[in-house]
């Protein structure tokens, strides 16, 4: 307990960050973020950036009240007994009639993925990507064709948003195309009458339960752009010329909203009211 101040004192005065000198070629070394709800892994690809998406309540399956053993919680208490005693066959034998009965039990699936897709040019100089552990925001820059590029994240507990900016520092020298995707879950794409992305699906598969019963999901995605134009194409988002750019990305699911839809927009306009150093 002494060196507890201590430590608190060390984190303090000391920069705590992850920070790498290449992209992530895969899952595992990308940057993660969340704040319990939803969540992130950042890539920090210059050319095609990709952010996976996911949403604690996004679970394939059914409710059923009948996933649980009758006498299971007699069971587990058996089981722990045998354990402290050593004897380990005894508490297998009481385990089984402690494990849950899983019909049509489903798992939590990935929402799927946002993609931006950077126009092409020399090669990337100065790259470096890190995620800050004493602001959980994580930060990518680079210089291309003799510009260079910021881009920052984090995933907003107040707000619960996930927020992104990427700014330049030339005017009129940012652009880009973001896409959306489902991942493997069906799912639909529309844009509506104000350049928002709009994500709707089902969490379904096949391994853990029918493949035809799950959560509906739904996801919001808004640019605020500093300069240069905004416009969509086939489910697409093209931003052009822009100085600056913010995108909002709101994820709900109907386990617990009877309108997930309405829940992504109110989030979302809420948030673009502020500035990114107000959300963040």
Request: one cysteine or more; proline letters at 3%; aromatic letters at 8%.
């Amino acid at each position: 307990h002494d060196a507890l101040p201590i430590l608190k004192e060390i984190l303090k005065s000391k920069e705590l960050k992850l920070w790498y000198k290449k992209p992530a070629e895969r899952w595992s070394q990308g940057l993660p973020m969340g704040n319990g709800r939803v969540g992130i892994m950042v890539y920090g690809d210059p050319e095609k950036e990709r952010i996976d998406l996911s949403e604690v309540t996004c679970f394939s399956g059914e409710r059923d009240m009948r996933n649980n053993q009758q006498g299971a919680a007699e069971a587990f208490y058996e089981m722990r007994k045998a354990q402290i005693q050593g004897d380990y066959e005894k508490s297998r034998e009481w385990s089984n009639q402690f494990i849950g009965v899983r019909n049509n039990y489903g798992t939590n699936l990935p929402v799927g993925y946002m993609t931006l897709k950077f126009d092409q040019g020399e090669r990337v100089k100065d790259y470096r990507r890190e995620l800050d552990l004493n602001t959980s925001i994580s930060t990518v820059t680079y210089k291309k064709n003799n510009i260079s590029y910021t881009q920052k994240a984090f995933v907003s507990n107040p707000d619960q948003i996930i927020a992104f900016q990427i700014k330049v520092d030339q005017l009129k020298a940012l652009s880009f195309e973001l896409a959306l995707s489902g991942g493997d879950n069906p799912y639909g794409l529309t844009v509506d009458t104000n350049n928002d992305l709009l994500l709707k699906g089902q969490a379904y598969e096949t391994k853990h339960s029918d493949g035809k019963t799950g959560v509906d999901f739904h996801g919001r995605i808004r640019v605020i752009l500093k300069g240069g134009h905004l416009t969509s194409q086939d489910s697409k988002l093209i931003i052009k010329e822009a100085n600056e750019a913010i995108i909002l990305v709101a994820l709900k699911t109907s386990f617990d909203d009877a309108n997930p839809v309405k829940s992504c927009r109110d989030m979302i306009d809420q948030a673009a009211v502020k500035s990114f150093k107000q959300l963040s």
